[in-house]
């Protein structure tokens, strides 16, 4: 009988990690969820949680001798910790750099400690910059880059494949492309909505609304590092991940259609919506299909339940300040 793979995943309390956490159980892994809780969330791991062969550690990936702890007997790992909320990153370079590249290099230092030497990691397809070549495959020539995030995504793949190199490493590096789909956490739908719920007149766009941008469901995401992981045979293995592509304008249009508004869209004007933002990405997906992946959730459906998932979250918020507030009402 082959033994229980034994996998650890950073950010497992993410909107990513979740996704991953749930499909390495029920494909058969023994998981350790390892979160520093920054922007994860517990509510996020509810089902993982209750499940006997996980088991959550809360500490930071730069804490190596917490990570060498939680490493013990483990031999996969899944990279996906980082500083995630790509529009807000320009204002602190030092930060997105520690935690998407120094803190990469303390994860394959503490692994090297550990003798584990599989990782699969989240890249992202903004590794492309602003691309001639669309769809976009993993081997054309790099353009310059145009932000700090990709750039310190970029430096990880950099250690991933230098650590294979020189230490007999195998690598998983897994470029996606925007994510949708319920415990979405931050980026463009997010932001509409609380638009719309203070204004549901108009919607104020970042750019032209002409910006072209590829999706992909989480769920899809999380099969495609678990599929890139277990099929995948080189040393170093660099796989696009993306699906179909929506206009800015369309997905505004979209969203305000399913909270039943019927907003004035204005736009900022530009072509980027903010320094670094990508006007059209579209990845080449062949690679990884060849592999058999193939994404179960359409861009539309994962819009909705992304729409869905964070309306009940406000609403559920909204009820827990109530509450609270009441609380200490009575209290006093
Ligand atoms: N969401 C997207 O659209 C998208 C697109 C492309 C790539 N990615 C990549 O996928 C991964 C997951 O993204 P996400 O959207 O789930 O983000 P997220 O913010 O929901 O998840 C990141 C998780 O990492 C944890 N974390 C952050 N720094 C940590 C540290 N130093 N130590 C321990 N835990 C830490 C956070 O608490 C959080 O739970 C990231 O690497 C991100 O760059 C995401």
Same mark, same amino acid.
């Given at each position: 009988?082959?033994?229980?793979?034994?996998?650890?995943? +950073? !950010?497992?309390?993410?909107?990513?990690?979740?996704?991953?956490?749930?499909?390495?159980?029920?494909?058969?892994?023994?998981?350790?969820?390892?979160?520093?809780?920054?922007? !994860?969330?517990?509510?996020?791991?509810?089902?993982?949680?209750?499940?006997?062969?996980?088991?959550?550690?809360?500490?930071?990936?730069?804490?190596?001798?917490?990570?060498?702890?939680?490493?013990?007997?483990?031999?996969?790992?899944?990279?996906?910790? /980082?500083?995630?909320?790509?529009?807000?990153?320009?204002?602190?370079?030092?930060?997105?750099?520690?935690?998407?590249?120094?803190?990469?290099?303390?994860?394959?230092?503490?692994?090297?400690?550990?003798? #584990?030497?599989? #990782?699969?990691?989240?890249?992202?397809?903004?590794?492309?910059?602003?691309?001639?070549?669309?769809?976009?495959?993993?081997?054309?020539?790099?353009?310059?880059?145009?932000? #700090?995030?990709? /750039?310190?995504?970029?430096?990880?793949?950099?250690?991933?494949?230098?650590?294979?190199?020189?230490?007999?490493?195998?690598?998983?590096?897994?470029?996606?492309?925007?994510?949708?789909?319920?415990?979405?956490?931050?980026?463009?739908?997010?932001?509409?909505?609380?638009?719309?719920?203070?204004?549901?007149?108009?919607?104020?766009?970042?750019?032209?609304?002409?910006?072209?941008?590829?999706?992909?469901?989480?769920?899809?995401?999380?099969?495609?590092?678990?599929?890139?992981?277990?099929?995948?045979?080189?040393?170093?293995?660099?796989?696009?991940?993306?699906?179909?592509?929506?206009?800015?304008?369309?997905?505004?249009?979209?969203?305000?259609?399913?909270?039943?508004?019927?907003?004035?869209?204005?736009?900022?004007?530009?072509?980027? !919506?903010?320094?670094?933002?990508?006007?059209?990405?579209?990845?080449?997906?062949?690679?990884?299909?060849?592999?058999?992946?193939?994404?179960?959730?359409?861009? #539309?459906?994962?819009?909705?339940? +992304?729409?869905?998932?964070?309306?009940?979250?406000?609403?559920?918020?909204?009820?827990?300040?109530?509450?609270?507030?009441?609380?200490?009402?009575?209290?006093?």
């Amino acid at each position: 009988m082959t033994p229980r793979p034994r996998t650890l995943v +950073t !950010g497992a309390a993410g909107f990513l990690g979740s996704h991953l956490c749930e499909a390495l159980l029920s494909a058969g892994h023994e998981v350790v969820g390892y979160d520093n809780l920054s922007t !994860g969330r517990l509510a996020n791991i509810g089902a993982p949680l209750r499940a006997p062969l996980f088991r959550f550690v809360e500490a930071d990936v730069l804490d190596s001798p917490r990570m060498v702890e939680a490493l013990a007997d483990c031999d996969l790992v899944f990279h996906l910790a /980082a500083h995630a909320d790509v529009r807000r990153n320009p204002e602190h370079p030092a930060l997105v750099f520690e935690q998407n590249a120094h803190a990469t290099l303390a994860l394959l230092e503490s692994m090297r400690k550990s003798g #584990i030497r599989r #990782i699969a990691f989240a890249s992202t397809g903004s590794v492309y910059g602003e691309n001639p070549i669309i769809p976009t495959p993993e081997n054309v020539p790099f353009p310059i880059q145009t932000s #700090i995030y990709a /750039a310190a995504k970029l430096a990880s793949e950099g250690l991933l494949s230098a650590y294979a190199e020189a230490f007999g490493f195998q690598v998983f590096i897994v470029r996606l492309v925007s994510l949708l789909g319920p415990r979405y956490s931050h980026g463009h739908v997010a932001d509409f909505l609380a638009q719309l719920s203070l204004h549901p007149d108009h919607l104020e766009i970042l750019g032209d609304g002409r910006q072209r941008k590829a999706y992909l469901d989480a769920r899809d995401a999380a099969q495609a590092l678990l599929l890139a992981a277990q099929r995948c045979r080189q040393r170093v293995n660099v796989l696009n991940a993306g699906s179909r592509c929506l206009t800015v304008e369309r997905s505004a249009r979209l969203i305000a259609a399913r909270l039943g508004a019927e907003p004035r869209l204005r736009y900022k004007g530009g072509r980027r !919506g903010w320094p670094g933002d990508v006007p059209d990405i579209r990845l080449d997906c062949r690679r990884l299909r060849k592999l058999g992946w193939k994404p179960r959730h359409s861009v #539309i459906s994962s819009l909705e339940q +992304t729409v869905d998932y964070l309306l009940e979250e406000k609403n559920s918020r909204t009820a827990e300040i109530t509450r609270a507030a009441c609380e200490s009402v009575n209290a006093g």
